[in-house]
C-alpha cells in the first residue's frame, strides 16, 4: 500500500482508537484499550480490516496480544513490530520464534518512541535554565539491553569529562546500572539496611522527598 504524502496528515488524524479508515480499497483499523467487550471488538476489526494498527509494542497486553493469537498462524499475514522488544517479551519470542506461519517483519531500527543516544544525553546534560546540584546528579539507567546500557554509561561518563568545553550543564557524579537494591540518595549511594519498609515509613519517606523537591 502506498500512501500519498498530502494524505498522511488525515490519515493519522482519522486513526484515532477504534476508528476505521479506507484508503482506496484498503480498510485501517487502529485500536486501543477498550472497556467491555474487547473480545467482541477484535472480532470485529479482524473480519472488517485489511491492516490493524494495535497497542502495546511488545504484545505482552492490550489489543495486540488478542491479535497475535488470531494472525501468527496463517501465512497469508503479516506482522509488523515496529519497536523494541524486550527478551521477556512476546514481540520478541515473534522474532526468534519459527513456528508461526505468518510473515514478521522488525522495523524497530526505522520507527521508535525512544530518543537515541545523543537525545538522551541532551536530556541529561542540558539543564535549560535550570541550576544543577553542586555535588552532581546520580543517574540510573533502567531500561534496555545489558551491553546497551553499559555502552550508554560509558558515554554518560566520556561527557561529563568534557563539560568544562560545554559551559552550563549538569555534572554527573554518577552512572550507575540500576538493579532490585535500595538507594540512599542522601549518602549517594546503595543502602546498607535493605529492611523493607512498612507501609506507614514508606509514605512519611515519599512525604520527605517531595518535600526535598520542593525546595531543589
Same mark, same amino acid.
Given at each position: 500500500?502506498?500512501?500519498? &504524502?498530502a494524505?498522511?496528515?488525515?490519515?493519522?488524524?482519522?486513526?484515532?482508537h477504534?476508528? /476505521? &479508515? !479506507?484508503?482506496?480499497?484498503?480498510t485501517?483499523?487502529?485500536?486501543?484499550?477498550?472497556k467491555?467487550?474487547a473480545?467482541e471488538s %477484535?472480532g470485529?476489526? %479482524?473480519?472488517k480490516?485489511d491492516?490493524i494498527?494495535a497497542?502495546?509494542?511488545?504484545c505482552?497486553?492490550?489489543?495486540?496480544s488478542e491479535?497475535?493469537q488470531?494472525?501468527?498462524?496463517?501465512?497469508?499475514? /503479516?506482522?509488523? $513490530?515496529t @519497536? %523494541?522488544?524486550s527478551?521477556s517479551?512476546? @514481540?520478541?519470542?515473534?522474532?526468534e @520464534?519459527?513456528e508461526? @506461519?505468518?510473515?514478521? &517483519?522488525?522495523?524497530?531500527? #526505522?520507527?521508535?518512541g #525512544?530518543? =537515541?543516544?545523543?537525545?538522551l544525553?541532551?536530556n541529561?546534560f542540558? $539543564?535549560?535554565?535550570?541550576k544543577g546540584r553542586?555535588?552532581g546528579?546520580? &543517574? %540510573?539507567?533502567? #531500561?534496555?539491553e545489558p551491553?546497551?546500557?553499559? /555502552?550508554f554509561?560509558?558515554k554518560?561518563?566520556?561527557?561529563n569529562?568534557k563539560?568544562?568545553?560545554?559551559p552550563g550543564?549538569?555534572k554527573?557524579?554518577?552512572?550507575l546500572?540500576?538493579?532490585?537494591?535500595?538507594?540512599?540518595?542522601e549518602a549517594g =549511594?546503595?543502602a546498607q539496611d535493605?529492611? !523493607?519498609l512498612?507501609?506507614?515509613?514508606?509514605?512519611e519517606?515519599?512525604?520527605r522527598?517531595?518535600?526535598?523537591?520542593?525546595?531543589?
Amino acid at each position: 500500500m502506498r500512501v500519498a &504524502v498530502a494524505d498522511y496528515t488525515a490519515l493519522g488524524a482519522s486513526l484515532n482508537h477504534g476508528r /476505521t &479508515v !479506507s484508503y482506496g480499497s484498503i480498510t485501517i483499523a487502529s485500536v486501543g484499550p477498550k472497556k467491555g467487550k474487547a473480545e467482541e471488538s %477484535f472480532g470485529q476489526h %479482524f473480519e472488517k480490516s485489511d491492516v490493524i494498527l494495535a497497542s502495546s509494542g511488545m504484545c505482552d497486553q492490550g489489543p495486540s496480544s488478542e491479535y497475535l493469537q488470531m494472525l501468527r498462524d496463517d501465512p497469508r499475514n /503479516t506482522i509488523i $513490530l515496529t @519497536g %523494541f522488544q524486550s527478551k521477556s517479551s512476546a @514481540g520478541r519470542a515473534l522474532l526468534e @520464534g519459527s513456528e508461526q @506461519g505468518a510473515e514478521v &517483519v522488525d522495523l524497530s531500527s #526505522h520507527y521508535s518512541g #525512544h530518543g =537515541d543516544q545523543q537525545k538522551l544525553l541532551d536530556n541529561i546534560f542540558e $539543564l535549560v535554565g535550570y541550576k544543577g546540584r553542586q555535588g552532581g546528579t546520580t &543517574v %540510573f539507567i533502567n #531500561h534496555g539491553e545489558p551491553g546497551s546500557k553499559e /555502552t550508554f554509561r560509558a558515554k554518560i561518563m566520556e561527557r561529563n569529562k568534557k563539560k568544562e568545553k560545554r559551559p552550563g550543564q549538569r555534572k554527573v557524579a554518577k552512572a550507575l546500572i540500576a538493579n532490585d537494591d535500595w538507594f540512599d540518595l542522601e549518602a549517594g =549511594d546503595y543502602a546498607q539496611d535493605t529492611r !523493607s519498609l512498612t507501609k506507614q515509613e514508606l509514605q512519611e519517606e515519599i512525604e520527605r522527598l517531595q518535600k526535598l523537591l520542593q525546595t531543589a
